[in-house]
């Protein structure tokens, strides 16, 4: 005789997307900001996170509750066409979220007790950066693209590693 057990299982949550016309995003009058969907309802503190942001960054974004792992109330596609303020408002959310420099020169590379310390010319000015493990600090993102995070979780973009110049080419060999 076959065993029957009294267990609930949960449905999955349906995926839901949203088109620009369905959201609005805005400040309430204390200054934190909200984003309502349609007429259903009204999102307090709503975090966007790019759902691929390495291979294809707005292709969705994600609209979720603030809380960590927050609920996922939809994925936005086309974002770009928001209306200006609720466009202006994901795009500075966006930005403060992927902040990121780009590399356009290695200045200098030392290397000591399993550390690695950088000079970089990047679109933000002079940085000095420090990582340990090129394993879990260096990401390849297709042929010739690298995403390097340092020490302190900051993100550093090589958009196209044949772009560089000749020794900064060089010193990159040596990291990777």
Sequence with gaps: MAETTNQVTK???????????????????????????????????????????????DLYISVRGAEP???????????????????????????QRYLHARITRIVALKEYGGLHSCVLETDRGLREVTFRDVRDNVIYIGASRVLITDAEGNRYDI??????????????????
């Design 69 to 95: 792992n927050g609920k996922e109330f939809g994925l936005l596609r086309n974002w770009r066409r928001l209306d200006p303020e609720s466009r202006g408002l994901v795009q500075g959310e966006l930005d």
């Design 159 to 176: 958009t196209d590693t044949a772009a560089l110049d000749r020794r900064s080419r060089i010193l990159l060999a040596r990291i990777l």
């Design 11 to 57: 449905e999955p949550e349906k995926l839901r997307y949203l088109d620009p016309e369905e959201l609005k995003v805005f400040r309430a009058g204390d200054g934190s900001l909200r984003a309502q969907i349609g007429d259903e309802l009204t999102v307090l503190w709503p975090r966007f996170i790019r759902a691929r942001p390495l291979e294809d960054p």
